[in-house]
């Protein structure tokens, strides 16, 4: 087949008009950092999860520190997570002094196995972060019930689920917290940013102090018309809160979530189509239970070239890839502090080394994915 001339890249923002002159008005107002635009788009994300709370940040991870110290997960607690995530979770219970202890995923989906979760429950236990991967719902309603049975937090990793739904509720709708990420690779973006929603007051009042210095008004209302700029602090907080220039990117974003989503959703289903029946390559399974999958990551598993070899081959095609995610166990740091049981992961380790993410982004055309499959298809022949 003949190469293109053009990079494919990974993934690619897509960006209109619309986007543009939302921050260009954004600019010419004269208030940049947080205020009107990012309570709009807190409001609009409300709407979309049914959560009653929702507390915009400069990304995900900010998200997921100041949930974990909110709630008070500190030295000696554990977390029960998959270890096939981002390091950023794991960064954060590390950080904290407390400990990660990983569940096994389904090898299928990469999601975590909601049956193991049980058996790694122990007394030290305060907290269970499933992760909706590639767009695709954990098994909510189980991790919900063994929540419930042993009085643990539930605290969602949203960060692949703006429009996943589980049995027609969407990410971040059960009651609890849930942490969305608008990185410029997800489904929505804000350049950098992300989203707490949660259902609780208090927290969230304890969660919008920590944002910003431990102040509990927001500067847009100190510093507006009347406004009275003196402040205390009765808790130091940090330094997390999202601009208004990135909020009105998000604003814009979501309104065109099911247009982004439903294009998603049409390029997913090609590549089911295109790389069926291709021997060495396996594709993402869906989960059973009744669902809408967001489609933010295509994640194959490569059985039959070592995985540089097969990035090479991608690169000589001019096709770009991601890699989600190396399994966190075996990062050093997590391996010296944290090692696990020997064969305690073993799906997690039979897709680790398989995994690699294909171009998947709205503005791709029906021809670059036509292009990705048959480029597959010579890759794997020739291999």
């Known amino acids: 087949m003949k190469i293109r001339k053009?990079?494919?890249?990974?993934?690619?923002?897509?960006?209109?008009?619309?986007?543009?002159?939302?921050?260009?008005?954004?600019?010419?107002?004269?208030?940049?950092?947080?205020?009107?635009?990012?309570?709009?788009?807190?409001?609009?994300?409300?709407?979309?999860?049914?959560?009653?709370?929702?507390?915009?940040?400069?990304?995900?991870?900010?998200?997921?520190?100041?949930?974990?110290?909110?709630?008070?997960i500190g030295k000696g607690d554990e977390v029960i997570t998959p270890s096939m995530t981002f390091a950023s979770t794991i960064n954060m219970i590390?950080?904290?002094?407390?400990?990660?202890?990983?569940?096994?995923?389904?090898?299928?989906?990469?999601?975590?196995?909601?049956?193991?979760?049980?058996?790694?429950?122990?007394?030290?236990?305060?907290?269970?972060?499933?992760?909706?991967?590639?767009?695709a719902p954990a098994d909510m309603e189980?991790?919900?019930?063994?929540?419930?049975?042993?009085n643990l937090i539930v605290i969602e990793d949203a960060a692949h689920a703006v429009g996943t739904y589980y049995k027609g509720i969407h990410a971040g709708g059960f009651s609890h917290t849930a942490i969305f990420s608008f990185h410029p690779i997800k489904n929505i973006t804000t350049g950098e940013g992300g989203?707490?929603?949660?259902?609780?007051?208090?927290?969230?009042?304890?969660?919008?102090?920590l944002r910003f210095?431990?102040?509990e008004r927001d500067a847009w209302k100190r510093y507006g018309k009347g406004g009275n700029p003196s402040y205390d602090i009765a808790n130091p907080g940090y330094k997390y809160n999202l601009p208004d220039m990135l909020a009105a990117l998000g604003v814009v974003q979501l309104q065109r979530l099911q247009e982004f989503n439903t294009r998603r959703s049409r390029l997913a289903n090609m590549y089911l189509e295109g790389l069926s029946g291709i021997?060495?390559?396996?594709?993402?399974?869906?989960?059973?239970?009744?669902?809408?999958?967001?489609?933010?990551?295509?994640?194959?598993?490569n059985l039959k070239l070592d995985r540089d070899e097969f990035m090479n081959k991608l690169a000589e095609y001019n096709i770009g890839y991601g890699l989600h995610f190396p399994a966190t166990h075996t990062l050093s740091?997590?391996?010296?502090?944290?090692?696990?049981?020997?064969?305690?992961?073993?799906?997690?380790?039979?897709?680790?080394?398989?995994?690699l993410s294909l171009p998947l982004f709205p503005d791709m055309l029906d021809e670059d994915v036509q292009y990705v499959c048959s480029a597959i298809k010579e890759i794997m022949k020739n291999g």
Request: aromatic share 8%; proline share 4%; charged share 25%.
């Open 94 to 135: 590390a950080l904290l002094d407390a400990m990660p202890v990983f569940a096994d995923i389904d090898y299928g989906t990469l999601n975590i196995n909601a049956d193991l979760i049980e058996k790694s429950i122990t007394a030290k236990t305060k907290a269970i972060i499933p992760v909706h991967f590639a767009g």
């Open 6 to 72: 053009e990079f494919l890249p990974f993934s690619r923002p897509s960006i209109g008009e619309g986007e543009i002159n939302k921050v260009v008005v954004c600019l010419k107002s004269g208030w940049i950092t947080t205020g009107a635009l990012c309570k709009e788009f807190e409001d609009e994300f409300c709407k979309l999860t049914s959560a009653s709370q929702a507390i915009a940040l400069n990304s995900a991870t900010a998200g997921m520190h100041l949930t974990l110290t909110a709630l008070g």
């Open 213 to 215: 210095h431990g102040i």
């Open 142 to 150: 189980k991790i919900n019930r063994i929540a419930q049975k042993h």
């Open 195 to 209: 989203m707490i929603t949660l259902n609780d007051i208090e927290l969230e009042k304890k969660l919008r102090m």
């Open 333 to 355: 740091y997590v391996k010296d502090r944290y090692p696990v049981v020997a064969d305690s992961l073993k799906e997690t380790n039979r897709a680790a080394d398989k995994i």
């Open 279 to 301: 021997s060495g390559i396996e594709l993402p399974q869906l989960p059973r239970y009744d669902h809408t999958h967001a489609w933010h990551l295509f994640v194959i598993k």
